[in-house]
Every structure is written in structure tokens, then in C-alpha cells.
């Protein structure tokens, strides 16, 4: 029972109309002792009305009188004048006197509480007002054994039916709360259940029924969101599983045609020809970069980088590799630009091949950005060295990122910058940067142009 919830909202029910019914209790024995003591004043002022018609009555009628209005004696005041109406002997000294002409909630309360708490028969004096203007006075000498026995009853009869109310008010409210709570949870969970024996199955997904409390309507809203957040990532994740086993089996493939073609191009360094001697460099260095790529992919097998060989780098040189890379894939019928502004002796701390491949991947990007721009434009890279860091600039005059692409920016097959695009490009270049401890940062982008800032912590050099 207790734990359930609804077994533990039935406990605190009734614990709760208990105490409700004791505050209640102690008010309540308080105003029926007034009662009590009032009633035996009536019948005291009732049973002194015989000596009003006569003088004089018998002992013996005397003594019922008083005996029937459950009192020692009465004493009325009239005129200003004290007069013993009726009496008989006391057992014992007045132990107390209570005024009932006007008192105050507190002394009613503390009166009867110390009643209850004493069970010693005292002999109390009790003065109250005449009914019906009959005086100005009337007092009466009782016992207490009477009047304690009632309290303690009448207390009894209270506890009793407030355990009753209890019982039925917390039977009343433990089926109400398993029909709207209990079950809906349960409902709840067993959904969670059935979904988590198979994340995958789309099916499984939690429908709001849209009825019964609104805060069971919200759960099971934004359990449904999660579901199905939680279904797409895990599909996604497989896709992705999927694709890198594909791109292991390509690579080794790759790795052996581009290892021939590495062959041939080391017997077309030896030819003669001008231009073939100018491009023959370039292209041995192409499929280095292509060799060493997919040899990373078969033995990292991961989608993470390796950590990066930190060397020194001369960035000018590096960035001609790149631009003129990428000036070599613009068309014929495209108007491209490309501008370099890195200071000839500036060097930094890096891994080559991965700054490479961070800057070819942003040249890349707003290479295809301005390659669906009917009028062209440029693009450029500008270095510069600051106290902590070294800052490289890559910008277009292109028609800046969709928004879809700065909403994922950085994000693996969100964040594509052009329709088509896997988004990979900023993902990798990103997280190249990260691995030197840097960060990948977009300046601005919009109608006027886009610029990305890489930002490279300084180290000790070499």
C-alpha cells in the first residue's frame, strides 16, 4: 500500500482529515462543556421558581429540586440583592469558579482542556445571567464527575464519526485517483514500455489520446516529441553506421587505385615537358593527401579524427595548395576569383594535412555557393597573427547560407549549405579545428557575402 500512489494518497487523506477533525475537536468539547454548564444553570434558575411562589418548601422537596437540576445550591441576585435560594451540603471546598456572562473563546478552550486533563471530582462554582432577565445574577456549586463523563463521551462520538468520514472520504478519493491518475500512468508506462522493446518501430510511438487531464495530455505530448526525436536519431545513427562500413569497403578499394595510379605519375615526373613538370608536383601531392585520407579512414574506423602531428607549417604556401586546387575545378564558363592575403613568412603550429583539409573544405563550400551565383564572384583567405592566437579568414561575396544551414551549422547531413549538399564540408573542418584546440566560427553571413573565422591557439614552435 504504501508504495502505491494511490494507496499513499489514501494515508494522507485520512491522516489529513484527521487532524482537520482535531482542530475541529478541541473547539467543539470546549462549546459543549459551555453547553452543559448553561443547561445546569437553566435548571437550576427553573427548579428555584417553586421557592418564588412560597416562602418556605420541605427539606425533602428541596433536596429533589436540587438533585434534579444536578447542583448543590443556587443563589440569585435581585435588586442588587444576594439571596441563597436553594441549598444543601457540599462535599468539599469550591476548587474553582467559571464566569459564563461573556467569555472569550481561549478561556473556553483552556477551561475544558483542563477538565479532561484532571480526573479528580472537583466542586466548581458557576455563575451565568438569568434567562429572560429573571435577575442579575445566578449561581450555582456542582460537582464535575458529570460533567467530565459527558466531555469525555461526547469527545468519543466526535473521534468515532470523524474515522468514519475519513474512511469514506479517502475510499472516495483512492478510486478517484486510480481512475484519473493510477491508470493513466500506468497507461503511460506501458506505452514506454512497448516503445522500449523496439525504439526503431516508428509504430510504437505514443499517441495523445487527448482526453482525461491536461497535464496527462502534456506527458504524453511530450513523450510522443521524444519518441519520435529519439526514432529518427536512432535511424539515423544506423544510416550512418551503414555508410561508414561503406566508406571502409570504398577506401580500401580507392586506396589501391590510387597507390597504381601513384605509379604512373611517378614515371610522368621524368618526362620533359614543361607543363607536365609544372602540374606533375600537384598532382603527386593530390593523391598523397588521397592515399593518406583513406588509409586514416581503414585504420581509424571511426567517424572521430586522428589527433593531429602538430608541426610547423607555412601557412602561405599551404594556402596556394589549396587555392590553386580549387581554381582548377571552377569552369570555364564561371566567374570566380581568388585572392590570398597571408603574409609570406608567417608560420604556425599544425598539422599539415589537417589544416589542409579544413581550408580546402570552406574554399570548396563557397566555391559551389558562387557556382550557382549567375554573376561569379570571389573569394578569398586572409591570415594574421594576433597575442594569443593565429586567425585565418575565409570569405565569398556569395549569396550568403539558407537558413536551414545556420540552424544546423556544423551539424553532419543538417547543416548543407547548398541544395544537394551533405553538410559534412563545415562538420569536418569544424572538428579539425577542434582537435588543435581551436574553434570554427561564422562572422556574418547574408546577401553581401559570407566569411568563416578560424581561430588557432598559439604554442611553443619547434
Known amino acids: 500500500m504504501l508504495n502505491t500512489l494511490s494507496g499513499r494518497f489514501l494515508i494522507l487523506t485520512v491522516i489529513f482529515v484527521m487532524i482537520a477533525e482535531v482542530l475541529i475537536f478541541v473547539p467543539s468539547v470546549a462549546r459543549y462543556r459551555e453547553s452543559f454548564l448553561l443547561a445546569r444553570l437553566e435548571r437550576a434558575q427553573i427548579a428555584s421558581l417553586s421557592l418564588l411562589a412560597t416562602d418556605m418548601i420541605e427539606p425533602e422537596l428541596e433536596s429533589?429540586?436540587?438533585?434534579?437540576?444536578?447542583?448543590?445550591?443556587?443563589?440569585?441576585?435581585?435588586?442588587?440583592?444576594?439571596?441563597?435560594?436553594?441549598?444543601?451540603?457540599?462535599?468539599?471546598?469550591?476548587?474553582?469558579?467559571?464566569?459564563?456572562?461573556?467569555?472569550?473563546?481561549?478561556?473556553?478552550?483552556?477551561?475544558?482542556?483542563?477538565?479532561?486533563?484532571?480526573?479528580?471530582?472537583?466542586?466548581?462554582?458557576?455563575?451565568?445571567?438569568?434567562?429572560?432577565?429573571?435577575?442579575?445574577?445566578?449561581?450555582?456549586?456542582?460537582?464535575?464527575?458529570?460533567?467530565?463523563?459527558?466531555?469525555?463521551?461526547?469527545?468519543?462520538?466526535?473521534?468515532?464519526?470523524?474515522?468514519?468520514?475519513?474512511?469514506?472520504?479517502?475510499?472516495?478519493?483512492?478510486?478517484?485517483?486510480?481512475?484519473?491518475?493510477?491508470?493513466?500512468?500506468?497507461?503511460?508506462?506501458?506505452?514506454?514500455?512497448?516503445?522500449?522493446?523496439?525504439?526503431?518501430?516508428?509504430?510504437?510511438?505514443?499517441?495523445?489520446?487527448?482526453?482525461?487531464?491536461?497535464?496527462?495530455?502534456?506527458?504524453?505530448?511530450?513523450?510522443?516529441?521524444?519518441?519520435?526525436?529519439?526514432?529518427?536519431?536512432?535511424?539515423?545513427?544506423?544510416?550512418?553506421?551503414?555508410?561508414?562500413?561503406?566508406?571502409?569497403?570504398?577506401?580500401?578499394?580507392l586506396r589501391n587505385i590510387l597507390t597504381s595510379a601513384q605509379l604512373f605519375v611517378d614515371r610522368i615526373e621524368a618526362s620533359e615537358d614543361p607543363q607536365v613538370k609544372r602540374l606533375a608536383p600537384k598532382l603527386v601531392n593530390s593523391i598523397r593527401r588521397a592515399i593518406g585520407l583513406t588509409e586514416n579512414v581503414l585504420a581509424f574506423g571511426r567517424a572521430e579524427e586522428p589527433p593531429p602531428t602538430l608541426a610547423r607549417v607555412a601557412l602561405a604556401e599551404l594556402v596556394s595548395d589549396v587555392v590553386e586546387s580549387e581554381r582548377l575545378?571552377?569552369?570555364?564558363?564561371?566567374?570566380?576569383?581568388?585572392?590570398?592575403?597571408?603574409?609570406?613568412?608567417?608560420?604556425?603550429?599544425?598539422?599539415?594535412?589537417?589544416?589542409?583539409?579544413?581550408?580546402?573544405?570552406?574554399?570548396?563550400?563557397?566555391?559551389?555557393?558562387?557556382?550557382?551565383?549567375?554573376?561569379?564572384?570571389?573569394i578569398g583567405i586572409a591570415a594574421r597573427e594576433e597575442d594569443a592566437a593565429w586567425v585565418i579568414e575565409v570569405t565569398d561575396t556569395g549569396p550568403g547560407l539558407p537558413d536551414k544551414a545556420r540552424e544546423h551549422l556544423f551539424t553532419p547531413f543538417q547543416g548543407g549549405a547548398r541544395k544537394g549538399g551533405s553538410g559534412l564540408g563545415l562538420a569536418i573542418a569544424a572538428e579539425l579545428v577542434r582537435g588543435h584546440g581551436g574553434r570554427l566560427e561564422l562572422g556574418h553571413t547574408g546577401p553581401e557575402g559570407t566569411r568563416f573565422t578560424l581561430r588557432l591557439p598559439k604554442g611553443e614552435l619547434d
Open 64 to 253: 429533589e429540586l436540587l438533585r434534579n437540576a444536578g447542583v448543590y445550591n443556587v443563589v440569585l441576585r435581585r435588586d442588587e440583592a444576594r439571596e441563597l435560594v436553594l441549598s444543601s451540603p457540599i462535599p468539599a471546598p469550591v476548587h474553582a469558579t467559571f464566569d459564563l456572562r461573556a467569555p472569550s473563546a481561549v478561556t473556553l478552550i483552556r477551561d475544558a482542556m483542563a477538565r479532561l486533563a484532571d480526573p479528580e471530582e472537583r466542586v466548581i462554582r458557576v455563575i451565568g445571567a438569568p434567562l429572560r432577565d429573571a435577575g442579575l445574577l445566578i449561581e450555582v456549586t456542582m460537582g464535575t464527575g458529570g460533567l467530565r463523563a459527558a466531555m469525555i463521551d461526547y469527545g468519543l462520538r466526535i473521534l468515532a464519526l470523524s474515522a468514519v468520514i475519513s474512511a469514506v472520504t479517502g475510499g472516495l478519493l483512492f478510486l478517484a485517483v486510480r481512475a484519473i491518475l493510477v491508470k493513466p500512468i500506468s497507461r503511460l508506462v506501458g506505452h514506454m514500455r512497448h516503445y522500449a522493446a523496439a525504439p526503431e518501430d516508428a509504430t510504437r510511438i505514443v499517441a495523445p489520446s487527448g482526453r482525461g487531464v491536461r497535464e496527462m495530455r502534456e506527458a504524453e505530448a511530450a513523450l510522443a516529441l521524444m519518441q519520435g526525436e529519439l526514432t529518427q536519431a536512432l535511424r539515423q545513427r544506423a544510416r550512418l553506421a551503414q555508410l561508414g562500413s561503406a566508406v571502409a569497403k570504398i577506401s580500401h578499394d
Open 329 to 378: 575545378a571552377v569552369e570555364d564558363t564561371q566567374d570566380i576569383s581568388f585572392s590570398e592575403d597571408v603574409p609570406a613568412t608567417m608560420t604556425l603550429r599544425a598539422d599539415p594535412e589537417q589544416l589542409y583539409r579544413a581550408l580546402a573544405n570552406l574554399v570548396r563550400n563557397a566555391r559551389q555557393a558562387l557556382a550557382g551565383h549567375p554573376e561569379g564572384g570571389e
